[in-house]
């Protein structure tokens, strides 16, 4: 893509998102790289795609809809422009699961103590 100035760089860190990415289907995948790619140019991400987490440390979710299913993948700042992707679902109920919340926590902490 052309004269398009990436704002952040996005990284996969470890398996956590590919587990989650290669489970779904095309039409998905294909939203989700859209998705990812707004992240990476877009000066500033509408809330509808990358919402903070209240009462977390610093913990966003990538938000995704494709037709009625929702999707979330967690993820975090470093350094400010660098969003690390960690754990994905598929959202079923008006919440976030705890446990998934729990689980990108615990990812956020393992990034920043391997660093």
């Known amino acids: 893509m052309e004269g398009n100035q990436k704002k952040r ?3 996969f860190y470890k398996d956590y998102f590919q587990e989650f990415f290669v489970k779904q ?4 995948k294909d ?3 859209w998705t990812l790619q707004l992240i990476e140019e877009l000066p500033k991400i509408p ?3 990358l919402k903070h987490l209240e009462n977390t440390d610093g913990l966003y979710e990538l938000r995704i809809q494709q037709g009625s299913d929702i999707f979330r993948i967690f993820c975090f700042f470093d350094q400010g422009q660098l969003v690390v992707l960690a754990n994905g679902f598929q959202k079923k109920t008006q919440k976030t699961p705890k ?6 926590l615990k990812i956020k902490q393992e ?5």
Do not use: G
């Not at 289907?25 to 998905?28: E, L, S, T, W």
């Not at 446990?99 to 990108?104: D, N, V």
């Not at 990034?111 to 660093?115: A, P, R, V």
């Open 111 to 115: 990034y920043e103590s391997e660093k």
């Open 47 to 49: 809330e509808t795609y």
């Open 25 to 28: 289907r095309d039409k998905v």
């Open 31 to 33: 939203k989700i790289v």
């Open 9 to 11: 760089t996005i990284l």
């Open 99 to 104: 446990s998934e919340i729990e689980k990108a």
